[in-house]
Every structure is written in structure tokens, then in C-alpha cells.
């Protein structure tokens, strides 16, 4: 009887999502998916990309954390509004570990925040990384982790870069952030050695579809030519007011304005890294269209 008890709650557990979830027998836990999201020069909405990108996958029933990996300058929780008492300068002292400083958010998604100021963890030592990067394991109740590097080409953002299943680089069409884009993806081509993963590019701040597309084949043809690595173009984001009024607000855009131009552009970014149909609901069906067009899709 009490074996027959224990199988009971194990499936009440199992349709109530509680934490002592177990996982069918012999049936081994599943990794979450790592999506890193990267930039060479800063400016260009990386953080602004990882968190509604995160509301995006929430959106389809996925379990999300944002990890805040700028270890120098960090933003995550200043957009969100949030004063955590923990961070990631604890994690790395080992006098909190990434479990005990997660945070859940009243978007339904989590964070682990990152630290400002402290020069030290944003030049961490191998043995450092190497232990940092481990931590990620504890977070595996997660379906996704999305981290947000910090801008440029450190020993930090490379590692954060190697541990992910996608890269996504973000630019904009300004001369600067493409050149600085594309210096970013030659040194992760040389220099990271599981970037089979491919790479992935939302160009941010569009005005129009034929100057997103104009940056997405130049930096192809580009990346193609010199150095044969593929570059995915996942899509634009169109340059919308409602993301600098969503900032101000401290509130991700997706929830402060989700049928404008920008909160659409990301679902469709979403939809494409999981090969599916984002559900409706937005701004209708002829954005959805006109986007799949453009994409070739």
C-alpha cells in the first residue's frame, strides 16, 4: 500500500507542477535549452531582446530564466524594476549559489541577477569561469536560460558563448554596431570550438523591411565568404516608441505595449527559433503574413 501511496502523490506532484516533481523512472532529468544573446558593441538592445524574448517563450508555456551575465555593468533587474537582495557577486564569493539567488518576476519568468560595479567578477579568473558555468546545471527545472552577455569579445562572454545551444548576435544598421557584429562573430568562429551550434542575427531599430534585409545579406555574404561559418537571420525589430516608453516605465515592452510593432517582431523571432506558429493575438494575421514573407517562410 505505501508503494501504491507513493505513486499517487508522485502523480499528484506531477499534474500540480510542484517542486518535488519526478521525473518518470529511468528517464534522465532534461537539460534546459541555453540561448545566449550577445552583441559587439553595446547599445544595440541586447537586454532589452533577452527579456521579452523570455516573455515571448513564457507565452508559449515555457519556463524561463534571464540570467544577468554583464558581471560588470548590470541591467536586467534595473529594466524590470527589482531590487534583488542577491546577485551573481555572491555566487561567484561562493556565499549564495544561482538556485538561492533566482528570483521569480510578476511577468512569469525568472531572473538571476547580475552585479554593477565590481571590476573583480568582471574579469574572473579560469578556475572562476569554470565554476560559474557549472552553476548553470542547478537551474535545470528551467526549459530555457537566456543570458545576456556583456558587450564585446571578453574571456566571460566567450565561455557564456561556448555553454549555449544558440548564439543570437544583435545589431543595428549603424556602420559601427555591423562592423563590431561582425568582429564579434569572427573571433566566436575561431575561437569557440562547438559553433556547429550555428549562429543566429536579429538586426534591432529598423526602420524599414529592405534595411533590415540589406544588414541580414551583407553580414551573410560576409560571415559566408571569409570566414564559412552560417549566420541564421532570425529577423528585425522594428525601431517603435514603445520600447523607449516601455523602459522608462521599467516594464518589458511585450507586456507594456503587445500589439505594437516591436512586441510582434519578437514573437516571430520566438516562432522562428522553435520552428513554430506563435499564437494569435497581436496585431493579426496580416503583420504575421507580411513577416513570414519576408523571412521566406
Not at 50 to 63: C, D, F, H, Q, V
Not at 108 to 116: E, K, Q, R, T
Not at 272 to 286: A, I, L, Q, V, Y
Request: proline share 4%; net charge positive.
Amino acid at each position: 500500500m505505501e508503494d501504491q501511496a507513493e505513486q499517487l502523490r508522485e502523480l499528484v506532484r506531477a499534474k500540480e507542477g510542484a517542486p518535488g516533481n519526478l521525473p518518470p523512472r529511468g528517464a534522465k532529468p532534461q537539460k534546459p535549452r541555453i540561448i545566449t544573446v550577445t552583441s559587439g558593441k553595446g547599445g544595440v538592445g541586447k537586454t532589452n531582446l533577452s527579456i521579452n524574448m523570455a516573455l515571448a517563450y513564457a507565452r508559449i508555456g515555457k519556463k524561463v530564466i534571464v540570467m544577468d551575465a554583464d558581471l560588470g555593468l548590470a541591467n536586467v533587474n534595473v529594466m524590470l524594476k527589482m531590487i534583488p537582495k542577491w546577485n551573481l557577486y555572491h555566487v561567484i564569493r561562493k556565499q549564495k549559489t544561482m538556485r538561492e539567488i533566482l528570483v521569480e518576476t510578476e511577468y512569469g519568468i525568472s531572473i538571476v541577477a547580475g552585479a554593477s560595479g565590481f571590476s573583480k567578477i568582471a574579469n574572473m579568473s579560469d578556475e572562476q569561469r569554470t565554476s560559474f558555468i557549472k552553476e548553470l546545471d542547478t537551474l535545470s527545472s528551467a526549459d530555457i536560460i537566456i543570458i545576456d552577455t556583456s558587450a564585446g569579445v571578453s574571456s566571460n562572454v566567450l565561455d557564456f558563448i561556448a555553454a549555449a545551444d544558440d548564439v543570437v548576435v544583435i545589431t543595428t544598421p549603424e556602420p559601427t554596431a555591423i562592423t563590431d557584429a561582425y568582429g564579434i562573430v569572427k573571433i566566436i568562429a575561431t575561437e569557440v570550438e562547438s559553433i556547429e551550434k550555428g549562429l543566429k542575427l536579429v538586426v534591432n531599430r529598423v526602420h524599414n523591411v529592405t534595411e533590415a534585409k540589406k544588414v541580414a545579406d551583407r553580414m551573410s555574404s560576409i560571415i559566408g565568404q571569409f570566414l564559412n561559418t552560417k549566420l541564421e537571420y532570425l529577423g528585425f525589430i522594428y525601431d517603435d516608441t514603445a520600447v523607449s516608453q516601455a523602459v522608462l516605465k521599467q516594464r518589458p515592452f511585450m507586456v507594456d505595449a503587445p500589439r505594437s510593432k516591436a512586441a510582434q517582431c519578437v514573437q516571430h523571432i520566438v516562432g522562428r527559433m522553435e520552428k513554430t506558429e506563435f499564437p494569435s493575438g497581436g496585431s493579426g494575421g496580416g503583420f504575421s503574413n507580411m513577416f513570414r514573407r519576408i523571412l521566406g517562410k
